[in-house]
């Protein structure tokens, strides 16, 4: 028999009892009901009549101890009272119970012959004996009555009271029997069913810790029996599918290895909890290991705690502000130099599975570069000297040799100023761009108001942007915080950028200076809508000596000035552009 039959059959027969006891309690209840209703009604309707048969008969006794009473009234009372005792035996007749109105009917016509007789006499009634007798034996009839109609209605209560009883048994025990045919039911499904599957269960759990050879439960049900078979099939292929590709597998794993160690820089990766899982032997090399760190935390095996910070805010999906400072080993005697960056391992679902640390030895390369600065400072020291005489002497020179405005050598004693203005112009970069990277340069920090800044930027390029029909725009929030910052330091920022956007800007574009607020950072950024710049180019527009786009001018040292000076603030400096659609520098400064 099938599961969904023996299932449909065993609920069946437990919701049929359940109906029927239901069905068989209801029918009870109404009969109940209809039966104490209806002796109810035909008690009620005797004691009714009862009750006016007494009035009337003491309204009748009124009048005839009156001594002029009215004849006529008296006898509309006893024309009244036969007509009670009609109703009364047809009410006798009706529901076929005697109720004793026979008997009041036939006391009455005796006392009514008593009091004929009284009166025919002239007998008072207190003197007349038998008129008293009939009387009392008419009222204590009425009475008997009365007392009769209210024990019929206890009775019928009682008898209510006891078929209600025994409805309740039944009712209790229909509820027992399907209380026991429920749990024999479910005693029945869970032998038969609940065990087979438990036993599936087990046998999944089994195969997802790699062990295919499971014992597979037997059933009498014809949907098991065929789970089972084909949960049998599948343990089969998998087995087999394990013991095809599990050389593969490892070939692979063992390829992958071989290109991880093969790289020539470090790489450490980590897992979603900060722990060590694998280093290729370049990173071991780098670092001067010698015993195996793997499972350690980052911190711990660099023994940088600080690394925790920046790889917890990796692993949540963030991105560091601050540019990082390299790492600084002793190994086999020797200091070097590590360049490192921290990128998060990312599923295609999208949640972050580790971090990879990537470490790159620039130990000559910073020397290099610290030669390079050395000699910039030390040759812009040099060269400010006597290019400073000379820009004095050709001053002097100016003021004494006068040739006719249009004349040639009026246009060599320009061109010579103004050589010799671009040439003071890069002596003075070079020397500013050599404190910054040298640690020279120190800053002046003051509160400054980012509205003024920008305010004050506008005015210094506010004319050059009309002469060249460009609209200069500024946009910022009313209420933006403070910054502690060197002004002058960032009016040169500001300059610059200004400067850079107005020489890439065509005639009648447009330059947004723009400032808003990020948590706890501010956003300054100048966005013009120009050439831009190649996507190609973008990575090193920021490096010392290189320019990038058609308009070129000066050395190259403006944006990696304006780098230095923003990083030596806290902050970070990027560019954001798409050729033909013009590009966004922009600056994030802690407040």
Known sequence: MKLRTRLFLSF?????????????GLVSVMQLAKTQEGLIESNFATLDLGLKLRQNLGDQLVIMLNEHGDKAALAGEQQQFQDLISQGLAHEQEVNDPAGFVQTASDYQKFLAAYQQSAATGTSFSDNQALSESFNVLRNGLIDAHKHALDNINAAQESTHQRAVLVSLLLGLVGLAVLVIGFFTAHSIARRFGEPIEALATAADNISQGNFDVALPQSSAAELAQLTQRFG?????LRKHQETNVDELLAGQQRLQAVLDSIDDGLLMIDR?????????VAQRQLGWEDDRVGMGLGEALQRPEMDTQLALILRGGSLERALEDLSFEVDGETRLLAYSLTPVTHTEGHILGAVMVLHDVTEQRAFERVRSEFVLRASHELRTPVTGMHMAFGLLQERVHFAADSREADLLETVKEEMQRLMQLINDLLNFS??????????RVPCAIDDLLDRARLRFDELARENQIDLI???PEALPHLHADQAQLDRVLDNLLDNALRHTPHSGRIRLQARRHAERVIISVED??????????GRIF????????KKGGAGLGLALCKEIVQLHGGRMGVYSRPGQGTQFYMTLPL
């Open 12 to 24: 069946s027969a437990l919701i049929t009892v359940a109906l029927l006891g239901l069905a068989l």
């Open 233 to 237: 099939t599948m343990a089969q292929v």
């Open 273 to 281: 909890q900060g722990h060590l899982e694998h280093l290729n032997p």
């Open 435 to 444: 404190r910054y990277q040298n640690g020279l340069q120190k800053l002046t």
């Open 474 to 476: 500024i946009e910022h």
């Open 529 to 538: 809508n120009g050439e831009g710049i190649a996507y190609g180019q973008q």
């Open 543 to 550: 490096e010392p000596f290189v320019q990038v786009g058609r």
